[in-house]
């Protein structure tokens, strides 16, 4: 689940980049992908919400042991309550 919340957040990211002309690199770091919107009152919650978001690209998709790999509930929805919020805040941008 934290995988796909983080996609959640990189994809929506990504879309708005291009809905303002400027094609996003191919990259999974949310922080840097976030710098590159203008600057809005909600960047500081996005820009936490990226920081938190960014690790769970990169964990099961380069992990060697994938199957070992586990997150507590509360972790997964602290993470997926940031994928929204980092979305609806994109969303006013």
Partial sequence: MCFHAQQYAEKSRKAKLLDIGTQPPKVHDLLML???????????????????????????RYSVAVSDIQYLEEEA???????????????NI
């Avoid at 500081?44 to 690209?57: M, Q, V």
């Avoid at 929805?77 to 969303?91: G, K, P, T």
Wanted: proline share 7%.
């Fill in 34 to 60: 976030s710098k590159m919107l203008p600057p809005s009152d909600a960047s500081e919650r996005i820009l936490a919400n990226a920081a938190l978001l960014t690790p769970y690209a990169v964990d099961i």
């Fill in 77 to 91: 929805s602290e993470v997926y309550e940031a994928a929204i919020e980092f979305v609806e805040l994109l969303d």
